[in-house]
């Protein structure tokens, strides 16, 4: 495998430097960063119930765990939340990843729980609360009143994070050239690059930008990642 180069030109990533324990590597970005600066604080100061949306891959649910160990939250994930017992809750921030896959009267009695005092909940999901279907009125109302915060798509900045860290975690050391390749080239998400670094991985070869440019461009097992 080829080294690493250390040119003057060579991409730097604006790695975020203040961000908790458990946090190394996340970089903040236009696509990311009202997200980061409203959790921030959060919540410290007024509790309640936020939500952070985006599409697949984007990082969301990578922040939501960055601010679960931060302030010591329980972690739920989407259905799972129906079998936990309130009593373990209350008075204590939660996560809720897949949010909108859990049950009305569950996320209702969460948004509940939410309001006592320590309490908060946090809701990843791909879409606003504001935009869910729901039968229950009250729980209605109480989606409507969510703050809720976007992610975007990785940016260049982001994607070229997650490439560089899939690499990494592989020995990887591509050429200069083939990060900036990629990145015209895969879709934008955390699953575009661990598959198309895979793939790379897979064929045993020093990764140059030729043999970036036969993976995405004559069409390996993970095209349907790519643009």
């Not at 229950?136 to 982001?158: C, F, H, K, N, T």
């Not at 690499?167 to 591509?174: D, L, T, V």
């Amino acid at each position: 495998m080829t080294a690493r180069p250390t040119a003057p030109d060579q991409m730097r990533l604006p790695l975020q430097r203040d961000l908790p324990e458990g946090a190394e590597g996340f970089v903040v970005s236009d696509c990311n960063r009202a997200a980061v600066e409203a959790l921030e604080d959060w919540p410290n100061l007024i509790g309640g119930v936020m939500a952070i949306c985006g599409p697949a891959g984007c990082g969301k649910s990578r922040l939501a765990q960055i601010w679960a160990e931060r302030v010591g939250a329980v972690a739920l994930h989407g259905a799972e939340a129906a079998l936990i017992d309130p009593l373990e809750i209350e008075g204590r921030p939660v996560l809720l990843d897949r949010a909108k896959d859990i049950d009305d009267e569950t996320l209702f009695h969460l948004i509940n729980l939410a309001q006592a005092p320590g309490g908060a909940l946090l809701m990843v999901a791909r879409s606003a609360p504001s935009s869910w279907t729901v039968a229950l009125p009250d729980l209605r109302s109480r989606l409507d009143a969510v703050i809720s915060v976007p992610m975007e798509a990785p940016d260049d900045a982001v994607l070229a994070a997650m490439l560089d860290a899939r690499f990494a975690e592989r020995g990887i050391r591509p050429q200069k050239d083939v990060i900036p390749y990629l990145l015209r080239r895969i879709d934008r998400s955390a699953a575009a690059a661990a598959a198309v670094v895979e793939t790379l991985d897979a064929l045993h070869k020093p990764v140059t930008r030729a043999l970036a440019r036969e993976v995405v461009d004559d069409g390996h097992e993970t095209s349907d990642l790519f643009d």
